[in-house]
């Protein structure tokens, strides 16, 4: 066998910028490199301000999952000045995230992730009749004639006639990895289409709350609009009136429709063809699952009144799951053996966030490279650890906690997606049982919402509209000194903000992402992050088209933006594809 390496730079249909270098042997990873190529540097921004305005510097680390940073920044002061928020505010919040998870997984799998399974070349052949058998085979969604598929036909067919595929260019299309019949690729690229329309109606749950999307706005103490329950009164601004509250009942309609009736039945459907990418271990990565829990019951976020519970699961284990104090020194841990980073304390050793540092030291090489040094530091991702263990974090991992924890809905759901396609709980550690857990959160998430809408509205009758709390805002209230950790589960997976408060302003801010988990390079023990792992043992049809590798990495919904916060004017790069 030869051996080769494989460089992606950039991976494409993700937010930021983020480099995979694979050894082959042959046509085989052996191992894998992951690094984030713009440097981090939100931390710096954020020292000596006042924490009550952090969440508006936090919230424009990314624009994709818009309001997570947001809220964990909200809720890292709520929890460092001991700051419950009102019910109605609490419920408010549980909303906006509880759409912004909707709403991320459903554009994540049409427009990010579906073209890695969907030929959308393949689709011209189609028969607009059979497409229209399939789709009615599997779901009630009135968009299912065969008129309405020969227009998306039609609508391709010029795409391609004219030489020009717009947002279907650059793809592997007639790759022989790809399965699916011509009449189910057409069916895909319809809902593709269909849900460009779709997001722009979920998005108006933000607008309506939040007064706009992307990064609605917030406050530390609660929510930033009132209610009103008179018509006349705005709604947006600063109160939601009851025709914007009737408003949001469409919207988590609308929401639960799409996901009952278009989102959940393609994925199984597709997830059909594909089994294969179903095998436990195939694309799976490290075996370790973390979260830090979501969608409080109350203002003050328990760990043992939220709808996702807080945990790990080691080594696949469901049987156990172990508890995570996001305020031990010991537990949670970031590195930077492998990142252009130094530590005061020395480049092996961890700190915890409330001790983290972002001291630049970028030491090599210069771009464009044709490969780096895995005994070097590589990325200006960290190397987060609980517990010195690498931990993936995201939609598979709280469909397992929520599994593990014994939830009612989610064994209910799981088992009707696993016994439809045939396949054991443990299909689920797989990189397309990745993105069939999104699915499946996504549809719990949706009927949830119903739930605190109802709770929502049923505070407004009895009387209750308040949705802020005033005590603490003044800082001559404060302690001269305090610290907190304000956490959410991002649609990507666990996030956190850690801030330390000292005379009234931030002295140290510290914020570990989802994909700094998933995609941090090697720590000081030479343990792989979750990227790295998932992609070893991967087997590619044709290497110079990588199309394996893009359908694993996709399936963590990387945002390295989040991960890497600030680039090099100078630094930008046309895509890079080399075999060297």
């Known amino acids: 066998m030869s051996t080769q390496t494989l460089v992606i730079d950039p991976i494409t249909r993700i937010e930021g910028h983020l480099r995979i270098e694979a050894q082959m042997d042959g046509n085989v990873i052996t191992s894998a490199m992951s690094s984030g190529t713009m440097v981090r540097g939100i931390e710096i921004i954020l020292r000596d301000r006042d924490p009550r305005d952090a969440w508006a510097f936090a919230q424009r680390i990314c624009g994709v999952c818009t309001l997570v940073h947001g809220i964990a920044s909200v809720r890292a002061v709520e929890d460092a000045l001991q700051y419950e928020i009102p019910p109605n505010a609490n419920l408010i919040r549980n909303l906006m995230i509880g759409a912004q998870f909707v709403h991320d997984h459903v554009m994540h799998f049409y427009h990010l992730h579906a073209l890695d399974w969907v030929d959308v070349v393949s689709a011209l052949s189609a028969d607009p009749k059979e497409t229209s058998s399939l789709a009615q085979s599997i779901s009630a969604y009135p968009k299912s004639s065969p008129g309405y598929f020969a227009d998306v036909q039609r609508r391709i067919k010029t795409l391609v006639e004219s030489g020009q595929l717009g947002i279907f260019a650059n793809a592997y299309w007639g790759h022989p990895a790809y399965k699916l019949p011509p009449a189910a690729n057409l069916m895909a690229v319809a809902h593709y289409l269909e849900a460009l329309a779709w997001q722009r109606r979920a998005a108006e749950l933000h607008a309506i709350f939040g007064g706009k999307n992307p990064h609605p706005n917030f406050v530390v103490g609660g929510s930033p609009v009132g209610i009103s329950v008179h018509e006349g009164e705005g709604t947006g601004t600063t109160t939601v009136n009851t025709i914007g509250l009737a408003r949001v009942a469409q919207i988590i309609a609308e929401m639960q ?109 210069t771009p464009p490279y044709a490969h780096v040094d895995p005994a070097a530091s590589y990325s200006w991702l960290k190397s987060p650890r609980w517990n010195r263990h690498p931990m993936e974090v995201g939609p598979l991992a709280r469909v397992l906690m929520l599994y593990a924890s014994g939830d009612t809905a989610t064994r209910e759901l799981a088992g009707k997606a696993l016994t439809q396609l045939n396949v054991p709980i443990q299909a689920l550690f797989s990189t397309l049982g990745r993105t069939a857990a999104r699915t499946l959160e996504a549809k719990l998430i949706a009927d949830a919402m119903s739930g605190w809408y109802e ?36 649609p990507r997976g666990a996030l956190a903000h850690w801030v330390v408060i000292e005379q009234g302003k931030i002295s140290n801010y510290q914020a570990v992402v989802p994909s700094t988990w998933n995609a941090g390079p090697r720590d000081p023990l030479g343990q792989e992050g979750p990227y790295e792992a998932s992609l070893k043992g991967q087997l590619l049809a044709v290497p110079t088209q990588p199309l394996e590798i893009l359908r694993t990495i996709h399936s963590f919904d990387p945002c390295i933006a989040c991960a890497v916060h600030l680039s090099d004017p100078e630094g930008e790069e046309l895509l890079e594809l080399r075999v060297v």
């Open 257 to 365: 429709s799409f996901v009952d009736q278009v989102y959940l039945p393609d994925t199984l459907a597709i997830a059909s063809f594909y089994k294969d990418w179903l095998t436990p271990g195939h694309g799976e990565g490290v075996g370790n699952f973390l979260c830090y829990g979501d969608f409080p019951a109350r203002g003050v976020p328990d760990p043992k009144q939220m709808m996702i519970p807080r945990g790990a699961i080691l080594g696949r284990d469901l049987s156990h799951i172990h508890e995570v104090d996001l305020n031990s020194q010991a537990e949670i841990q970031e590195f930077v053996a492998h990142s252009w980073y130094d530590y005061t304390t020395g480049k092996n050793t961890g700190l915890h966030p409330y001790q983290g540092q972002t001291n630049l030291h970028y030491t090599g090489p």
């Open 455 to 490: 709770e929502l509205m049923k505070n407004i009758r009895s009387g209750d509209v308040r949705t802020f709390n005033e005590r603490l805002w003044e800082p001559q209230s404060w302690p001269s000194h305090a610290q907190g950790v304000g956490f959410t589960e991002a």
